[in-house]
């Protein structure tokens, strides 16, 4: 089912991604620049290596997507600025697959989702694990910063009258499923 222009399936993952991305890095900055208690720290730590553990496979399907329907369009078609919008979606693409890669290689002990399953960790060299930490970290600052262009982008789509907010709107999706 399509939903003005966004299938169902793309608007969920989108939302799911955008909790995710905005939950860690808003933590992750906090802790790394407040003066936080270890214990919260470890907590937080914790819980973004879960959230982000599960959300690979998400993201994966994701990107997948886009990169399926990025194959069926003629970008000699678009205007400057779609054309800059599709460059802007793809750099977020890069970014977060980055910050996933290395978020992963940076570990310097086991991968503890949720108390659940634990997964190896993928590298045992100190100063790789170190290099990956530092890409890690610039990494989530440009995706900061992508963030925040995004997100000032769809204020001005919408205050220009493109209703970018509806056509990825949950509740449209609702709205749209419920029998009539």
């Excluded at 802007?88 to 697959?97: E, F, G, P, Q």
């Excluded at 440009?142 to 789509?157: F, P, T």
């Amino acid at each position: 089912m399509t939903v003005l222009g966004y299938s169902t399936q793309r608007v969920w993952l989108h939302w799911l991604s955008a909790a995710v991305i905005v939950w860690t890095l808003i933590s992750g900055f906090f802790v790394a620049c407040v003066d936080v208690s270890p214990q919260l720290a470890q907590w937080v730590a914790f819980l973004n290596v879960s959230l982000t553990t599960v959300f690979i496979p998400f993201f994966v399907w994701r990107l997948f997507i886009f990169a399926s329907h990025a194959r069926h369009i003629s970008v000699r078609a678009f205007s400057f600025m779609e054309k800059l919008g599709l460059f802007a979606h793809t750099l977020i693409y890069l970014i977060v697959s980055i910050v996933l890669v290395t978020g992963v290689l940076m570990m310097d002990r086991p991968i503890d989702v949720f108390g659940l399953v634990e997964i190896t960790q993928p590298l045992s060299d100190p100063e790789l694990i170190s290099r990956f930490l530092v890409i890690h970290v610039w990494a989530c600052v440009v995706l900061s910063l992508l963030i925040v262009l995004h997100v000032g982008a769809v204020v001005v789509h919408e205050l220009c009258g493109h209703r970018v907010l509806r056509r990825m709107s949950l509740c449209s999706i609702v709205r749209s499923e419920r029998p009539e």
